[in-house]
């Protein structure tokens, strides 16, 4: 009996999930920020359920495989009928091919860029770098504009720009061992929110997903965003 409380006690723990919610101040202003580690916490894109559009944070936490949504948030931008705008891959599936060309809206103004996840990383990846190196995902979503490229920012974000809306969007590490997920709490210029990115979290690759209908289900932090149903969107499942 001692033996095997003995061996109890000593018995190795799971790993706990990497990711964490937190509120931060930059520059005078407020940002949300979650950091997920790809390899431990189950990072996955959501679109649809059979023929339906899941649509908002409680239909991902009523599918049959989901007992906890820890973070989730819309992921890239979508037409009137909530269909992904640009490339989209859902667990190894395409439903929308690569769009490489210019084009109107937040969205062609290139560079734009794929946020790509595999089983063990998150990588943002400049659109025409995606398709030169056929980036294998097990899933995808292409928005922009890109916000942060090789360390550098967008060469058409302005210091003094004065569109100014509440933000989203990610930012990964070069290797992809991590991605952190931002909202903006007011609104921001492009920037000011390329800016967190790379000055404040040091991420050399970062990529916009929307404006206006930014939303983030973090209930660490008491927070579910409500709204207008979306299209893409991605989350931490349990």
């Keep these: 009996m001692r033996l095997a409380l003995a061996l109890l006690l000593v018995w190795p723990a799971l790993p706990a999930a990497a990711l964490t919610c937190e509120n931060i101040s930059y520059l005078g202003k407020s940002y949300t920020a979650c950091t997920v580690d790809p390899a431990v916490d189950d990072l996955r894109l959501f679109h649809k359920n059979g023929d339906?559009?899941?649509?908002?944070?409680?239909?991902?936490?009523?599918?049959?495989?989901?007992?906890?949504?820890?973070?989730?948030?819309?992921?890239?931008?979508?037409?009137?009928?909530?269909?992904?705008?640009?490339?989209?891959?859902?667990?190894?599936?395409?439903?929308?091919?690569?769009?490489?060309?210019?084009?109107?809206?937040?969205?062609g103004l290139l560079p734009n860029g794929v946020l790509c996840i595999t089983d063990t990383s998150a990588r943002v990846i400049e659109t025409l770098r995606y398709v030169d190196e056929s980036t294998a995902c097990r899933d995808a979503t292409q928005s922009g504009p890109m916000l942060v490229i090789d360390g550098a920012l967008h060469p058409r974000f302005l210091p003094d720009g004065t569109s100014r809306f509440l933000r989203n969007g990610v930012g990964t590490t070069a290797d992809g061992d991590r991605a952190v997920f931002v909202i903006s709490n007011e609104a921001v210029s492009f920037h000011e929110f390329a800016s967190f990115f790379r000055d404040h979290l040091q991420l050399p690759d970062a990529l916009y997903f929307d404006g206006k209908v930014s939303r983030l289900h973090a209930p660490a932090l008491g927070r579910s965003d409500f709204g207008a149903q979306m299209g893409p969107m991605v989350g931490v499942v349990e």
């Design 52 to 107: 339906s559009i899941l649509g908002s944070f409680r239909a991902i936490e009523g599918l049959p495989d989901v007992t906890a949504l820890p973070f989730a948030m819309n992921a890239g931008m979508y037409h009137a009928d909530r269909a992904p705008v640009g490339h989209y891959i859902e667990n190894g599936v395409e439903v929308m091919r690569i769009i490489p060309n210019a084009g109107p809206g937040n969205f």
